[in-house]
């Protein structure tokens, strides 16, 4: 009777492992891509988000708290898109060319909305202007592979 509680006892063990084995597992092609996809999509909202508020405040239609959330959750969606694509392997070429367009894009939006909060703390329209172009652009580029991905 104990040698059969054993044997279930240990094949309970080894059904958790192959079970936990299976859910951790490398990602395949088809789930990187959507992750790839869904930092594309939190990139591309952070940047048009940045753009707008650059505007607004050069405008003086935003109170500098607001601004300041804005800016700060702006930077805080790109960090976190780049932590979702780092965080896993692409399983293949096509997907490492997807990872290889995407990280640039993602480490020139954080750069970008920083520009804007150096810009918009120093009241240079001139200077927010021109990073917003930028943040267009971006959202432009975003945009763009988004819609070959998806």
């Known amino acids: 009777m104990k040698a059969g509680r054993w044997v279930a006892v240990g094949?309970?063990?080894?059904?958790?492992?192959v079970g936990l084995a299976y859910c951790t597992g490398p990602a395949d092609a088809h789930e990187y891509r959507r992750t790839?996809?869904?930092?594309?999509?939190?990139?591309?909202?952070?940047?048009?988000?940045?753009?707008?508020?650059?505007?607004?405040?050069?405008?003086g239609k935003l109170i500098?708290?607001?601004?300041?959330?804005?800016?700060?959750?702006?930077?805080?969606?790109?960090?976190?898109?780049?932590?979702?694509l780092a965080?896993?392997?692409?399983?293949?070429?096509?997907?490492?060319?997807?990872?290889?367009?995407?990280?640039?894009?993602?480490v020139e939006a954080a750069g970008a909305v920083g520009d804007l909060d150096l810009a918009t703390s120093a009241g240079d329209d001139a200077g927010i202007d021109a990073v917003v172009a930028r943040l267009r652009q971006l959202g432009d580029r975003f945009s763009d592979l988004v819609d070959r991905y998806r």
């Open 36 to 59: 790839a996809v869904q930092a594309a999509q939190a990139g591309l909202n952070a940047v048009r988000t940045a753009a707008l508020t650059g505007v607004a405040d050069r405008d």
């Open 87 to 106: 965080a896993q392997s692409p399983p293949d070429g096509a997907t490492r060319a997807l990872r290889d367009e995407l990280a640039p894009l993602l």
């Open 11 to 17: 094949a309970v063990l080894v059904l958790i492992w």
């Open 64 to 84: 500098d708290p607001y601004l300041s959330v804005l800016l700060d959750e702006s930077a805080g969606a790109v960090a976190s898109a780049q932590n979702d």
